[in-house]
């Protein structure tokens, strides 16, 4: 793997040996916070010094004064909140834990690979320096905190503290089984409990300057049920951040990691919550009905850790601040210093994404359901595609991709056909050598429609989007890269558009879109500008487009450009529609505009949309909740939709409102020949015998 060196497959050795003897060695774990010993507090430490904290203190007075219940009743209140709150991590049971883990690793998982080269350095660091570590990893799975631990044991790595959900503690047994593992626990929304919100900003603050252990917590706060980065959470990161003001470590380092699963274990459940069934409730039967996973070797392929360059936030946070907590106690950090650290991480987690080849096979067979879904899609023809988008993402976009770059015939067939086989249930080669799909949805009556988030979808609505948001969910972390190309596609027109026109074309899609995208907010026009002829440039070099007389034409690379085009037009078409449907919504529903009604009103419009036009929300992704949520977020960012108090309800601006829709209108957007709907089931695989993808 030339472009990923320093990877290396953490369960090679462990094939090798006894995983007892592996999980029971003699260990003395590397501490990434250096501290005099006088400084590390144990659990009941930290316990006691959350409880006399001079704010936490000044808390229970006042609750205790305002409603009129006992010091003592409100102290024992707090004493349980803490140790609710608390981890409690136990070596004995990490080593438990450890084999069982290793088992299971061993059973899913071909390859784990590890940039080793990072984590040896990050290892390194540590050892010589004082500031306190956080450990922030991308979150596309629930195995995300479990893996990240279990590298660390690995490499003798202490393990983190870990902010956990209290659906987890909730979990018999394995609740407390993860408090031992380093996790502590924190309630979904305290805003309002005055009381609990201080002894958790204690908490933080404690174990940021004295704890010799990492923390670990996600950033986006919930999975990724799309696979691609998310917005980031700003509350547990902005304590963290604050807590540098108090003076007892002379750094915080957020460490970003990326996690990357050729076959994400929730995979099917990611379609469906994103369709609108809920996901199945935490519980420990729950768990165990989820080892059926483990009935197939390696039914989940490879999973890549990659490791970004740790963000110091002193850079950020300056002595001026310092000085000015010290004077001024209510003093707060200004929210776009903990902004500009969040997009950070996020965009060293999509910078140090590892495509695999399922994602690029992915990308390619979403083009050809769209455009050529009559011609057979042959195992050699998709070799020929793979090996030109690769070469095309690699070396224009220097995307990181598993395996080495290669134009050799044999070894990219056999890269593509060992992808292949964590998705026998899904993609298949039939007895001809042609891709195929294979039907993922079994029948909708076990779902229980009263808890539907959207609108309850037809049989033969399901039949097709299960399949296509499958394929999506494979795609979506190449727009990490793709993304700003793919703009630049949606605004230029076969006659041709003037250079203006299409930077301004971007500005309104890199606006709307960035919520999406996670693309951090720019308001210097000679920035987008920059960064979008860094874009045009890539374009231009590939022959996708060309330039003459102040007009950008297209190529006549139409192939790029029509993968490119097509994959961000689900996302445009969905903030049109959702447009229409805000400007229109008297007149279509009595209903008071929430966000609720929004998502049930825009599923049910896209619904018939996909079976009875040929023009907007063609494309089965459109029926996401995900997409619907983030459109939203965008509209009222930009104050387009703006949220009343005393209703609980929404309000539209209809001038921004009609400016916007005018502006999209003008878009142009080319469609695909043909619609999933039409084309989906000429690549559906009617034999109940497929031939295994084989080296």
């Given at each position: 793997m030339e472009q990923n060196t320093g990877f290396v497959d953490l369960l090679e050795d462990r094939r090798r040996d006894c995983d007892f003897l592996w999980a029971t060695r003699s260990m003395d774990p590397s501490l990434p916070h250096m501290l005099p010993p006088e400084s590390v507090y144990d659990r009941q430490k930290i316990i006691q010094a959350v409880l006399h904290d001079e704010q936490v203190r000044l808390a229970i007075d006042t609750l205790?004064?305002?409603?009129?219940?006992?010091?003592?009743?409100?102290?024992?209140?707090?004493?349980?909140?803490?140790?609710?709150?608390?981890?409690?991590?136990?070596?004995?049971?990490?080593?438990?834990?450890?084999?069982?883990?290793?088992?299971?690793?061993?059973?899913?998982?071909?390859?784990?690979?590890?940039?080793?080269?990072?984590?040896?350095?990050?290892k390194r660091k540590t050892r010589i320096s004082q500031v306190q570590y956080i450990y922030v990893p991308s979150h596309r799975s629930y195995l995300d905190f479990i893996l990240l631990s279990y590298i660390l044991f690995s490499y003798d790595m202490a393990l983190p503290n870990i902010a956990a959900g209290m659906d987890f503690y909730n979990m018999r047994i394995?609740?407390?089984?993860?408090?031992?593992?380093?996790?502590?626990?924190?309630?979904?929304?305290?805003?309002?409990?005055?009381?609990?919100?201080?002894?958790?900003?204690?908490?933080?603050?404690?174990?940021?300057?004295?704890?010799?252990?990492?923390?670990?917590?996600?950033?986006?706060?919930?999975?990724?049920?799309?696979?691609?980065?998310?917005?980031?959470?700003?509350g547990l990161l902005s304590i963290i951040v604050e807590s540098l003001l108090q003076g007892d470590v002379p750094d915080i380092h957020f460490v970003p990691m990326s996690i990357n699963y050729e076959r994400p274990p929730e995979e099917l459940l990611f379609v469906y919550e994103m369709l609108g069934v809920p996901k199945p409730k935490e519980s420990t039967a729950g768990l165990f009905r989820s080892l059926s996973i483990l009935q197939k070797p390696f039914s989940h392929g490879r999973i890549f850790f990659n490791i970004g360059e740790p963000i110091s936030t002193s850079r950020f946070v300056d002595?001026?601040?310092?000085?000015?907590?010290?004077?001024?106690?209510?003093?707060?950090?200004?929210?776009?210093?903990?902004?500009?650290?969040?997009?950070?991480?996020?965009e060293s987690h999509k910078k140090n994404t590892v495509l695999m080849p399922i994602n690029i096979i992915a990308l390619l067979l979403n083009e050809r359901i769209q455009t050529k879904p009559k011609e057979p899609y042959t195992l050699d023809s998709l070799v020929k595609d793979y090996q030109w988008f690769k070469s095309f993402v690699t070396r224009s976009l220097k995307a990181l991709i598993y395996e080495t770059e290669t134009t050799d015939n044999y070894r990219t067939k056999q890269e593509i056909l060992e992808s292949l086989k964590?998705?026998?249930?899904?993609?298949?080669?039939?007895?001809?050598?042609?891709?195929?799909?294979?039907?993922?949805?079994?029948?909708?009556?076990?779902?229980?429609?009263?808890?539907?988030?959207?609108?309850?979808?037809?049989?033969?609505?399901?039949?097709?989007?299960?399949?296509?948001?499958?394929?999506?969910?494979?795609?979506?972390?190449t727009l990490a890269f793709l993304a700003e190309t793919a703009f630049i596609t949606a605004t230029v027109g076969e006659n041709g558009t003037q250079t203006e026109v299409a930077l301004e074309r971007y500005e309104l899609l890199r606006r709307l879109l960035s919520t999406e995208f996670v693309?951090?907010?720019?308001?210097?026009?000679?920035?987008?500008?920059?960064?979008?002829?860094?874009?045009?440039?890539?374009?231009?070099?590939?022959?996708?487009?060309?330039?003459?007389?102040?007009?950008i034409f297209i190529g006549n690379n139409t192939k790029l450009f029509s993968i490119l085009h097509n994959?961000?037009?689900?996302?445009?078409?969905?903030?049109?529609?959702?447009?229409?449907?805000?400007?229109?919504?008297?007149?279509?529903?009595?209903?008071?505009?929430?966000?609720?009604?929004?998502?049930?009103?825009?599923?049910?419009?896209?619904?018939?949309?996909?079976?009875?036009?040929?023009?907007?929300?063609?494309?089965?992704?459109?029926?996401?909740?995900d997409l619907y949520n983030t459109t939203w977020s965008s509209l009222l960012s930009q104050d387009i939709i703006a949220y009343h108090k005393h209703t609980s309800t929404y309000r539209t601006d209809k001038a921004k409102l009609a400016h916007l829709i005018g502006a999209l209108r003008e878009l142009p957007l080319q469609r695909p020949a043909e619609s999933y709907v039409g084309a989906l089931p000429s690549i559906i695989s009617t034999s109940?015998?497929?031939?295994?993808?084989?080296l």
């Open positions: 205790a004064r305002t409603t009129g219940v006992r010091v003592k009743d409100v102290e024992n209140n707090a004493s349980a909140m803490i140790n609710e709150m608390a981890s409690k991590a136990d070596l004995t049971t990490v080593r438990w834990l450890g084999i069982f883990i290793t088992k299971a690793m061993k059973r899913m998982f071909s390859k784990i690979y590890i940039n080793e080269t990072m984590l040896s350095d990050l394995v609740g407390e089984l993860l408090r031992k593992t380093g996790a502590f626990y924190i309630r979904r929304s305290f805003s309002n409990d005055i009381l609990y919100k201080q002894i958790f900003r204690s908490y933080i603050n404690t174990i940021v300057s004295h704890s010799d252990r990492a923390i670990e917590f996600f950033v986006e706060g919930t999975r990724s049920r799309s696979q691609k980065s998310t917005m980031p959470k700003y002595k001026a601040y310092r000085q000015r907590k010290i004077l001024q106690p209510s003093f707060k950090i200004p929210s776009s210093v903990v902004e500009n650290i969040a997009y950070l991480i996020i964590p998705h026998d249930e899904f993609i298949v080669l039939d007895s001809s050598n042609t891709l195929k799909i294979k039907q993922r949805h079994k029948g909708a009556k076990q779902i229980n429609h009263s808890n539907i988030k959207g609108h309850p979808l037809s049989e033969r609505t399901l039949q097709i989007a299960v399949s296509a948001i499958n394929i999506a969910i494979y795609i979506n972390p693309m951090r907010p720019i308001e210097d026009r000679a920035l987008i500008k920059t960064e979008w002829e860094e874009s045009l440039n890539i374009l231009l070099s590939q022959n996708c487009l060309y330039t003459a007389n102040d007009l994959v961000i037009l689900p996302f445009i078409d969905v903030i049109y529609v959702m447009c229409i449907l805000l400007s229109e919504w008297t007149e279509r529903t009595s209903a008071e505009l929430t966000d609720r009604t929004i998502l049930v009103e825009m599923q049910k419009e896209v619904e018939r949309l996909i079976f009875e036009t040929k023009d907007w929300c063609q494309h089965p992704y459109c029926l996401s909740l109940s015998i497929d031939v295994p993808a084989k």
